[in-house]
């Protein structure tokens, strides 16, 4: 079982960046597609990128698609996603997860185990 801790949230200004990480122990971290999901109250959680295990595919959500970038380190056993030209509406908590294949990559249900979150919030 792999174990997720996000961090690297934080209030930043409309037009700023942000780095998330996303630090996993336990199994093998390298075999396991990674995404990125967020979640506002009220709605469901919404995909926002993800990364293939060793191919690195990446695949993102039209509406951060040129503005994120997502990767990993599978020697650190972390994966990042690169949070720039943020919006007001990128406000959201952020959760990284792991799943067993990147088929379904942008579904939350392809994956098994979630991190706690950590919370984004852009100023205007």
């Known amino acids: 079982q792999v174990q997720l801790v996000e961090s690297g949230g934080g209030l930043a200004q409309a037009g700023g960046s942000l780095r998330l990480s996303c630090a996993a122990s336990?199994?093998?971290?390298?075999?396991?597609?990674v995404g990125w999901f967020r979640q506002v109250p009220g709605k469901e959680r919404e995909f926002v990128a993800a990364?293939?295990?060793?191919?690195?595919?990446?695949y993102y959500a039209d509406s951060v698609k040129g503005r994120f970038t997502i990767s990993r380190d599978n020697a650190k056993n972390t994966v990042y996603l690169q949070m720039n030209s943020l919006k007001p509406e990128d406000t959201a908590v952020y959760y990284c997860?792991?799943?067993?294949?990147?088929?379904?990559?942008?579904?939350?249900?392809?994956?098994?185990?979630w991190g706690q979150g950590t919370q984004v919030t852009v100023s205007s």
């Open positions: 997860a792991t799943g067993s294949s990147y088929y379904g990559a942008n579904n939350r249900k392809s994956y098994d185990t």
């Open positions: 336990g199994r093998v971290f390298s075999s396991y597609t």
């Open positions: 990364i293939s295990p060793s191919t690195l595919r990446t």
